[in-house]
């Protein structure tokens, strides 16, 4: 008996996707934020503050909003956890890994254990939290005259219970190298293009992740693809190598409709900001409609082990949960070796890394 090509659908709000084993969460970050604030901002040490009070917008517009939990996304954007530079001040985790893709906009990354990155549009950071670290993620406003547009994904890996007490790790997949897979029209008609973040497509292999990822495991088969389809585009996506046993999930994060087909089904309609589990055992087909068509896929073979998460944390048991705020309690996962939670560089400061032992990447630059 043949297999339906979509298991389960559900909508995608403004929170965090449905995930599947081994993906634990999925957040679209799609912020217009307004020219930077060229005004100046009492926080902390009057050069720091000054630095960073000019990468935050106009105070005046923040008198309607939840300052330091703000997810109103009034005028198209909103604050997060930032007082002054929209974005998420120091926090800790557990447990699991961070894939955060950025598309638009630039990302401040700093961290318990001294490292540091500037990334930017078509870049992409995978961190492993592993025993524990604390990292900020702030969203710097560079443009001063015109809007800051931040637009990214970030998604949460776990880690199987053999990997949850790892050391900290980090990598950038810089744009400059990042993998791309042209995926030609089935009628010859255009192109589509595919961000190639983790695993592998028509003899392209991402970028290699973690040491201790769980992508990092033989026949593990985690993908993660990004999926521009212009308009009247129609793409043929290959079957999961493991076939059904790995879950398949697609996220139709912008467009107007798009049509869906397996190798049995007949041709099914969605529309915008819908999530499909699918057969990962079957190829199957997108085609865009009336619009371009952004959608993410995220596939792997499930840990199939307990998950008990409580706030940043990811572990096997509510013991091990418990035993995180302890550790985190007395140690801080490293303390925070920056003057504020909120760290930030200064407007100057390019794209950039700087790695636990020391190791400096500028991109772009030999």
Known sequence: MSQKLIRERFALGRQPFKCFDPFLFCMHHDDTFPVANPKLVQHNTKNEAEERASMGPDPALLARRDMGSDFSYIDGWSMYHGEVVPGF????????????VVRKGTVDHSDSVGCTARYSKGDTQWLTAGKGIQHSEMFP?????????????????????????????????????????????????????????????????AMSPPPDSWASQPGSDVAVWVLDIPKSIKVQLPAAESGSEANRAFYFVRGDAVKIQGEKDAEEVLKSRTGVKVDAGQSLTFEAIDEDALLVMLQGKPI??????????????????MQCFADYSKTQFGGWPWTTSDHTHSRETARHAIHLDGRKEFPGKK
């Open 89 to 100: 001040p120091s926090h800790p985790h557990r447990g699991f890994e961070t894939i955060t």
């Open 141 to 205: 406003l560079l443009n001063q005259d015109t809007p800051n547009p931040c637009e990214l994904f970030q998604i949460w890996l776990n880690l199987p219970r053999r990997n949850k007490m790892c050391d900290p790790y980090f990598t950038m997949f810089w744009n400059e190298d990042h993998p791309h897979v042209t995926l030609q029209d089935v009628n010859g008609k255009g192109t589509a293009d595919l961000t190639l973040v983790a695993g592998a497509i028509q003899g392209a292999k």
């Open 304 to 321: 199939g082990e307990p998950v008990v998460q409580h706030g940043p944390f990811v572990m096997n048991t509510r013991e091990e949960i």
